[in-house]
């Protein structure tokens, strides 16, 4: 037997085929299984180690397809947090991914919405990968535990053709957009993903993601998308998503799907229907889904998106004409998405991720505490956190039906995703609290 060999024994085995589960030994020869036997039946001379897994469980390793390790894996290769889990595949790329540079998406790392810190070399890095194959080989290269692959973040493929400007592309930029999607297809992307609710991905009309999508199709790729709502407009954010699975030929995949806030729990069964209802018509659509009850992501997902146009989202936070245009457009519209009531309320908005030392004390309070606390709504708070921050703030959002968890989790077209980062606690508790999905 070879040195590195490992023999595994009276374990329940899963396969992962969806047979019923049995005892039996397995053996390992580096990455490879050698074998596969019932209890007793593999040869022990030589073998370098014999693990008892009795009582235990050895099944195929858990794939993250939402996985934010893009900056974590930079710096640190071991993903601590997921392989613990047993997660031994990152799928990564919602909305944004370091490469490639190309057109006016020259300096990725200023569009990130990852907040971690990677060393300069890393970032020396990043401004060379001209193509999407460059980044995923570079960390390879580099060493890491899990198996990694990847979507073309829609953010970072709109950012070169049209950088932070909102509007439809011309001619010239939709075909730079086709032709980058195109080469990273070529370079192993699974396909495209969209965060249609955060700039520049929601600048994107759905005749933008059609194109873009069909040139995925000739690839036999997949187009993964946070739809544009999930909470007021729920139902037509997933009728745009069928729509581009069916008008560009190509399968769709829902990101953590949810009807988020209370008054939309209720429409759940109902998404569901409508999802199950187009698999019939032979459209291939699934989804993913993390079995918690709160979501996260900036707080500055509460603003218009338009606030963010031209890359001056901080810039226009200081303008007096546009904060009150702020203030009208949300306070006139309380089904937009912006609005604490399709997030749990401020009571349900958990702002954690704060990096000024002055705002720490605001960790462990929602948004109507801290509002309270400032003598303000909770509009103008979120306004003022934002700029005393000058970053997105990472945010708790206890808006999701525990109800609706339990009926999502036998669906067989769910399956389950972090929507978060693998890191190691040890290194990682400086940068604020962290999500138990991660």
């Given at each position: 037997?070879?040195?590195?060999?490992?023999?595994?024994?009276?374990?329940?085995?899963i396969?992962?085929?969806?047979n019923?589960?049995?005892?039996?030994?397995?053996?390992?020869?580096g990455?490879?299984?050698?074998?596969?036997?019932?209890?007793?039946?593999?040869?022990t001379?030589?073998?370098?180690e014999?693990?008892d897994?009795?009582?235990?469980?050895?099944?195929?390793?858990?794939i993250d397809?939402?996985?934010?390790?893009?900056?974590?894996?930079?710096?640190?290769?071991?993903?601590?947090?997921?392989?613990?889990q047993?997660?031994t595949?990152?799928?990564?790329g919602?909305?944004?991914?370091?490469?490639?540079?190309?057109?006016?998406?020259?300096?990725?790392?200023?569009?990130?919405?990852?907040?971690m810190?990677?060393?300069?070399?890393?970032?020396e890095?990043i401004?060379?990968?001209t193509?999407?194959?460059?980044?995923?080989?570079t960390?390879a290269?580099?060493?890491?535990?899990?198996?990694?692959?990847?979507?073309?973040?829609?953010?970072t493929?709109?950012?070169?053709?049209?950088?932070?400007?909102m509007?439809?592309?011309?001619?010239?930029?939709?075909?730079?957009?086709r032709?980058?999607?195109?080469?990273?297809?070529?370079?192993?992307?699974?396909?495209?993903?969209?965060?249609?609710?955060?700039?520049?991905?929601?600048?994107t009309?759905?005749?933008?993601?059609?194109?873009?999508?069909?040139?995925?199709?000739?690839?036999?790729?997949?187009?993964?998308?946070?739809?544009r709502?999930?909470g007021?407009?729920?139902?037509?954010g997933?009728?745009?998503?069928l729509?581009?699975?069916?008008?560009?030929?190509?399968?769709?995949?829902?990101?953590?799907?949810?009807?988020?806030?209370?008054?939309?729990w209720?429409?759940?069964?109902?998404t569901?229907?409508?999802?199950?209802?187009?698999?019939?018509?032979?459209?291939?659509v699934?989804?993913?889904?993390?079995?918690?009850?709160a979501s996260?992501?900036?707080?500055?997902?509460?603003?218009p998106?338009?606030?963010?146009?031209?890359?001056?989202?901080?810039?226009?936070?200081?303008?007096?004409?546009?904060?009150?245009?702020?203030r009208?457009?949300?306070?006139?519209d309380?089904a937009?998405?912006?609005?604490p009531?399709?997030?749990?309320?401020?009571a349900?908005?958990?702002?954690v991720?704060?990096h000024?030392?002055?705002n720490?004390?605001?960790?462990?309070?929602?948004?109507?505490?801290i509002?309270?606390?400032m003598?303000q709504?909770?509009l103008d708070?979120?306004?003022?956190?934002?700029?005393?921050?000058?970053q997105?703030?990472?945010?708790?959002?206890l808006?999701i039906?525990?109800?609706?968890?339990r009926?999502?989790?036998?669906?067989?077209w769910i399956?389950?995703?972090?929507?978060?980062?693998?890191?190691d606690?040890?290194?990682?508790?400086?940068?604020?609290?962290?999500?138990?999905?991660?």
């Open positions: 037997m070879p040195e590195s060999s490992t023999l595994i024994r009276n374990a329940r085995i396969d992962g085929t969806g019923p589960w049995q005892y039996g030994d397995l053996l390992l020869t990455d490879r299984i050698e074998a596969i036997a019932p209890p007793g039946a593999i040869f001379a030589g073998v370098a014999i693990v897994a009795s009582g235990l469980v050895a099944c195929p390793g858990f397809i939402q996985s934010h390790s893009i900056l974590s894996l930079m710096i640190d290769g071991r993903c601590l947090s997921k392989i613990t047993g997660i595949t990152e799928i990564m919602e909305a944004w991914t370091p490469a490639p540079v190309a057109g006016r998406h020259t300096d990725p790392m200023e569009n990130s919405i990852l907040p810190p990677i060393s300069d070399e890393w970032h890095k401004r060379a990968w193509r999407f194959g460059d980044w995923l080989q960390v290269d580099a060493g890491v535990s899990p198996n990694i692959g990847s979507f073309l973040g829609g953010g493929l709109r950012h070169v053709g049209k950088g932070m400007e509007g439809r592309p011309s001619a010239d930029e939709l075909e730079l957009m032709r980058t999607m195109a080469e990273a297809m070529e370079d192993g992307a699974f396909g495209v993903s969209y965060a249609l609710i955060y700039p520049p991905d929601s600048y009309d759905t005749d933008e993601l059609i194109e873009i999508c069909k040139v995925v199709s000739r690839y036999n790729g997949l187009y993964i998308t946070h739809m709502s999930e007021a407009q729920l139902f037509e997933l009728e745009e998503a729509a581009i699975g069916r008008r560009a030929d190509l399968p769709v995949e829902i990101y953590h799907l949810k009807a988020s806030g209370a008054a939309n209720h429409k759940m069964p109902s569901i229907a409508r999802i199950e209802e187009a698999r019939a018509q032979g459209l291939d699934t989804a993913d889904m993390y079995p918690y009850a996260g992501t900036g707080l500055s997902s509460l603003l998106t338009w606030t963010a146009a031209d890359g001056n989202f901080f810039e226009n936070l200081e303008d007096a004409a546009v904060r009150a245009r702020i009208k457009e949300m306070l006139d309380p937009s998405n912006g609005q009531s399709t997030r749990g309320g401020a349900g908005v958990l702002p991720g704060f000024k030392e002055e720490r004390p605001y960790i462990g309070k929602n948004l109507a505490q509002a309270a606390e003598g709504d909770w708070c979120t306004i003022d956190l934002l700029r005393s921050e000058g997105r703030i990472g945010t708790i959002f808006s039906s525990e109800d609706n968890l009926t999502q989790l036998p669906l067989p399956k389950f995703s972090t929507d978060a980062a693998g890191v606690p040890a290194w990682a508790a400086e940068l604020g609290p962290t999500h138990p999905r991660a």
